[in-house]
């Protein structure tokens, strides 16, 4: 895009992680014209950095928080019917612990959230013996009661691209790499100034209603808006995970108490790994300096640890992640404390009488990402008069249409047309890119039409495919955001990667 660009938005997002790609679908979808900049790689900041799960919440019970887990519920079934390949059930096992909380209480929680909605897809919770139940295997003897209950797993990155493409399905503009440098009313349109930080122009667009979903940079944007101030406090609140190679047989993970009376995830990962986490740290520095602690590895150590009958040592760690979750202040007791602090959202809306609104997000979690955008554009179809009619809950996204028969059956397909594959790789195929794996393979007949192999199974064929339909420039964008090959690359061929992706670009 050029500096001489005169483009016109009926909305306009600024943030490309879950929130505001979510906003950019749904409103593209009411048939509005829609623009969304990013400064960054999408998904960059804390939508790739999650637990990677899709959960109703079962630790929110304990802060009365049910109509945020009912929410959650609620939208882990419509994911999985509309990304059935980005979001897939996990059974996961919650041990009992002696002197924390009694099974009754549980057993209990466990209740509720088996019934604060309908499930339809998922199975319901049981106990277990575990020292008669195929999970107790890599558990320490001493544990022997315990429940079992689903969630999802949940590809957080994915999911913002999957949004993204479903945005632009329906005629959006999307720009990476622009940051936000400022907006203005001007008579009854918001005027927005954008970088391009690749090419270093600088231009404006309009548009008639801005959202600012800029996550942790949220207070930051809203400060270069002219004429709007917000008065929500956020906390910011640094999540870690450590992910080791694969722990125990079978695909149920663990929900476990620790010792601070705090719950922490264990669970398969990425078919060889198993990723553990998360923490609940305060972190005052910029949210893009955010790391892992050793203070953290530490504690997910001896936590984990605590459970497992093979202990898991720092020399197994194959990799680390933090994010920063810009969570806010509701007032009272709960404030006081990181890890009960809402995991809700809350807006606040400017809109002057005969002015331009601007729709600013706090707060939110991956799970709820869609039901957010429905409400934001309910909030401006009040103040504007836009279509009421979402497509969002029943609108399947790109990639996830595999039909009545499943994503096995159109996996089995997959394999099926392409012998020559190994069905690691044309898993991970339809895992990542659901059905668009026709684009991807689209004249593909031999191995050697994928072309140079930089290690793992990624080849050039799928980077020239990221790079032209998903905005990937980068090594990082393409093996630890559009996929986790990451994982699996050795140094030598990160950097073949680079070295391509240099001449790509060139």
Same mark, same amino acid.
């Given at each position: ?17 879950? %929130? ?7 409103? /593209? ?12 790689? !999408? ?21 009365? #928080? !049910? ?13 999985? *019917?509309?990304? /059935? ?12 612990? =002696? ?26 919770? @049981? $106990? ?5 139940? &195929? ?8 544990? *022997? ?10 590809? #957080? ?5 999957? %949004?993204?493409?479903?945005? @632009? ?50 207070? #930051? ?35 476990? @108490? ?54 898991? +040592? ?21 404030? %006081? ?13 400017? $809109? ?12 939110? =979690?991956? +799970? +709820?990402?869609? =039901? ?34 499943? =994503?096995?059956?159109?996996?089995? +397909? ?9 069905? /690691? ?30 290690? /793992?199974?990624?080849?050039?064929? &799928? ?26 690359? #050795? ?12 001449? $790509?670009?060139?």
């Amino acid at each position: 895009m050029t500096t001489s660009a005169k483009l016109h938005f009926d909305l306009f997002v600024i943030g490309g992680g879950i %929130n505001g790609a979510a906003v950019a679908c749904d409103a /593209a979808g009411r048939n509005l014209r829609v623009g969304l900049a990013e400064m960054q790689d !999408f998904a960059e900041g804390t939508s790739s950095r999650s637990s990677k799960l899709i959960h109703g919440g079962l630790r929110y019970l304990e802060t009365y #928080d !049910f109509r945020l887990v009912r929410d959650a519920l609620i939208e882990r079934e419509i994911l999985m *019917r509309k990304a /059935a390949n980005l979001v897939w059930p996990l059974r996961l096992v919650l041990p009992h612990v =002696k002197g924390q909380r009694p099974r009754w209480m549980i057993r209990l929680g466990l209740f509720f959230y088996d019934h604060l909605y309908r499930r339809k897809l998922l199975q319901g919770s @049981q $106990a277990i013996n575990l020292h008669r139940h &195929e999970a107790g295997r890599a558990l320490k003897p001493s544990f *022997r009661h315990a429940f079992i209950y689903s969630d999802c797993h949940g590809d #957080d990155s994915r999911l913002v691209i999957a %949004n993204l493409l479903g945005a @632009q399905r329906h005629g959006a503009t999307i720009l990476p790499r622009h940051r936000f440098l400022g907006a203005e009313r001007s008579g009854k349109v918001w005027r927005v100034s954008l970088k391009d930080l690749r090419s270093g122009n600088e231009f404006d667009v309009t548009c008639d209603a801005l959202v600012n979903t800029a996550g942790p940079w949220v207070i #930051d944007v809203a400060r270069s808006i002219a004429g709007v101030s917000v008065s929500r406090r956020l906390r910011m609140v640094r999540g870690s995970h450590i992910v080791v190679p694969r722990q125990w047989e079978g695909e149920h993970g663990y929900f476990l @108490q620790t010792r601070d009376g705090r719950l922490m995830e264990a669970f398969p990962y990425e078919r060889d790994f198993t990723s553990i986490g998360t923490t609940d740290e305060p972190w005052e520095e910029a949210p893009e300096k955010v790391r892992i602690s050793d203070k953290e590895i530490d504690y997910m150590l001896a936590e984990v640890n605590a459970f497992l009958r093979r202990p898991v +040592t720092r020399a197994d760690i194959v990799w680390s992640y933090s994010g920063v979750r810009p969570l806010f202040e509701v007032g009272g007791g709960r404030d %006081n404390d990181l890890s009960t602090l809402t995991r809700d959202y809350s807006f606040e809306i400017d $809109a002057p009488e005969g002015a331009p609104p601007v729709l600013t997000v706090f707060g939110g =979690k991956l +799970t +709820t990402h869609r =039901k957010l955008a429905e409400h934001a554009m309910k909030e401006l179809h009040g103040l504007l008069g836009w279509s009421d009619i979402c497509r969002t809950r029943t609108e399947v996204l790109p990639g996830g249409d595999f039909g009545a028969a499943g =994503k096995a059956s159109y996996e089995a +397909t997959v394999r099926k047309r392409f012998p020559w594959l190994p069905e /690691a790789q044309v898993a991970r195929y339809v895992q990542q890119y659901g059905t668009r794996v026709e684009d991807l393979l689209s004249g593909v007949h031999a191995a050697s039409d994928l072309g140079e192999c930089f290690g /793992a199974d990624l080849y050039k064929r &799928e980077v020239d495919f990221l790079i032209a339909t998903e905005w990937a420039e980068a090594s990082a964008d393409i093996i630890w955001r559009r996929t986790k090959v990451g994982l699996r690359l #050795d140094r030598e061929g990160l950097e073949r990667l680079d070295r391509y992706l240099e001449k $790509a670009s060139a």
